[in-house]
């Protein structure tokens, strides 16, 4: 398998607060794929399986064997397809903001939890706490595939560079931003935010996005989300924009070549002077 490039899918949702939905909605979405484009992964936003429309609303969270993950197990193995979604995931007894990964053959694994939990009180907006829910991930990670290294985040991660930093350091090839920004912090940060990660690690950035009016499924709830998913490229180019509200597919070949040619053009990792751990305490 040619490791140069890598072809993928970009898939914006509108996803409830019901979990069947939300799977016929992934599913709907993989369809759009035609198969002789060749995607090798599909990646999905934050809150793929669930959106807590209402703040306060209990959350039982999901787990790996849950019914929902053997009906996308069986859809990436029908597809040949990896799937990477963002899920509320039980684990140990706790509840995390999770990335879960599905390879191809059908394995699943949970990657990644969310560090930076958005507790934030707008002025004149909503108050959101998830630190009420959600326990703190642990550390960075970085997942491989078809020879392609993805340092992952979620979301509220986006705004934390020291995070970004590490993958940086790693040389990854891409990084991985699913989110589910609110409208108002969206219109104003969304894409400075996005741009900036992969300008500053020069690979690039794949950024699944909520996008539109989210109508509660099992509850009164109402949300909305700023969509507008990007995939941008090592040198700060937006290459991949889904702009309608709700549901949306594009499909984009990454080319290994040009992250060396950004990298060969300005050798930051030549350059950088502050060790990892500069300024913590001992």
């Not at 759009?32 to 599909?42: C, N």
């Not at 630190?131 to 993805?150: N, Q, T, Y």
């Not at 909520?210 to 040198?235: K, M, Y």
Request: charged share 25%; hydrophobic share 40%.
């Amino acid at each position: 398998m040619d490791s140069n490039s890598l072809t993928i899918a970009l898939c914006q949702m509108t996803s409830v607060d019901d979990v069947d939905a939300n799977v016929m909605q992934i599913e709907e979405l993989v369809e759009r794929i035609p198969e002789s484009a060749g995607v090798r992964i599909a990646f999905f936003p934050e809150n793929s399986l669930y959106l807590r429309l209402q703040e306060g609303e209990s959350l039982r969270g999901l787990m790996l064997q849950d019914e929902a993950f053997a009906a996308l197990s069986e859809l990436a193995v029908r597809r040949k397809m990896n799937l990477h979604l963002t899920v509320p995931l039980r684990l140990e007894g706790h509840l995390y903001n999770s990335s879960v990964w599905i390879n191809d053959q059908g394995a699943l694994r949970a990657t990644y939890q969310k560090m930076h939990l958005f507790d934030i009180s707008l002025a004149n907006g909503p108050s959101v706490r998830e630190s009420d829910v959600f326990r703190h991930g642990g550390g960075p990670s970085v997942i491989e595939i078809d020879g392609w290294r993805f340092g992952e985040s979620i979301c509220y991660d986006v705004r934390f560079s020291e995070l970004y930093s590490i993958y940086a350091r790693q040389e990854v090839d891409a990084i991985l931003i699913p989110s589910a920004f609110l409208t108002r912090t969206g219109e104003a940060h969304w894409d400075l935010l996005v741009r900036t990660r992969a300008v500053e690690s020069q690979c690039y950035v794949i950024a699944p996005a909520q996008g539109g009016v989210h109508q509660g499924a099992s509850s009164s709830g109402f949300r909305e989300t700023h969509g507008n998913s990007l995939i941008v490229d090592p040198w700060g180019r937006v290459v991949s924009r889904l702009v309608e509200r709700g549901p949306g597919v594009d499909i984009q070949t990454l080319q290994r070549d040009e992250i060396d040619k950004v990298r060969r053009q300005i050798p930051m990792k030549d350059h950088r002077r502050l060790p990892v751990d500069f300024g913590t305490s001992h």
